[in-house]
């Protein structure tokens, strides 16, 4: 029997979002489109998920089809992309709505991006290019059969299995990011891969030569991974050897201890921790075309590990060791090996500063600029091993220098 989620549609999404898709459906059937929605909101409306994106597909030209809306002042086009014919359009009450027409597209060369071959075709030949059954669920948009849900694939009997299939046995070669996106949907509803997919998966990352793939994808999928700041993504990372994508070594580390540690001392670039622990190739840290301060953490995880010291003797030496650092580098470095001279560091060392300024000690009567340096340093010292405390005790201090 054809399932119908119209229910479920007028039950999980706002007024606005029902007005715009009806919308939608009337210009659809005055001008004789056939549309969609599709992906990710067909299967979490179907799992009465709430859902972020609305993505309408247009069997045929979703960008003709956005200009017959707006020439009704339906919606506001906000992006239009002409080569893949996709369009962003906004409607009442802030509802965005991103369209794409029907597509199929080929992998010419194995990891990299595709290229579209055909524009407009139809929705069966589109379902194809996506990665999960679960995600190639489309549901009908036109009055006739409106709320219809359209499962070429199987998709819906892989979401009441809680089952992850890929749709070919290609899928991971012509795009391994959607061994991270399995992973990201594995965690986020609580499915399995299906024994299939897994082995096409263990194929892939114990068999393939992963140089040449889109790095930008896969960098992608990890920052969503790794930003969810979720202990079984990470553990999942790691049993199921998805490290061996970005070439990286297994830690002896368990997403708790990380997930902790960043509650605790809440870094900016949360992904990049867990990220850290594995990624050591340099050869893929430049392909991941990182920012500037994204890659200083790379950079400073690199310094640590190579230059720690066995023995960090006094709070001075522990402070000078790390003071430079990102606070996601020392996390790293502390989690592959377990100094906690990192932790003291972050808990305590770091808080302490030198009150006086270069300034106010040039105003107490020293000139020389190395003497300044020299002794802001000596009232550091003192500082962390505990000696001075106030600021009246390091202005003490420089006006006994200066005796
Ligand atoms: P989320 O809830 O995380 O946004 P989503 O399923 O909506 O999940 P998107 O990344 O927004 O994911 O992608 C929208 C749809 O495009 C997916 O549902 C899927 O059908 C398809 N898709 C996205 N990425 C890929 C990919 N790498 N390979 C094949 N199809 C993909």
Redesign the pocket.
Known sequence: MLLNIEKQMKAQLSDDILDALKLCSQTADEHNFKIYL???????LILKRK???I?VTVEGDAVKFCHLLAQKDYCKILQVQNELKTAKALFDGDVEIDFASTRQEFYPHRGQLPVVVKIGCSLEED?Y????T???LAMSLNKKNYGEVIDYVGGLKDLSNKKLRVLHDN?FN??P??IL?AL??AA?FNFHRDDHTKELQAKYINTQMHDDISWT?IKS?LK?CFSLNSAKIYDMFLVNENYKLVYGQKPEIKGLEIKTLIDKYNPYYVWLVYLGTVLTDDKIIEQFCFTRSEKKIFTDIEYLMNNHLSMMNSNYDIYKFFVKRTTESILVYYLLTQRKEALKYLENLSLIRVELNGDEIKAMGIENGREIGEILDELLKKKLNGTIVKKGDEIEFVKNKIK
Do not use: A, H, L, T
């Open positions: 599709i992906g990710g909101i067909v299967r979490d859902s972020v994106d993505d379902v290019r996506r990665d999960f679960i995600n190639s899928s012509e795009d990011s959607r996106r990201k949907f986020r994808r999928e969503q």
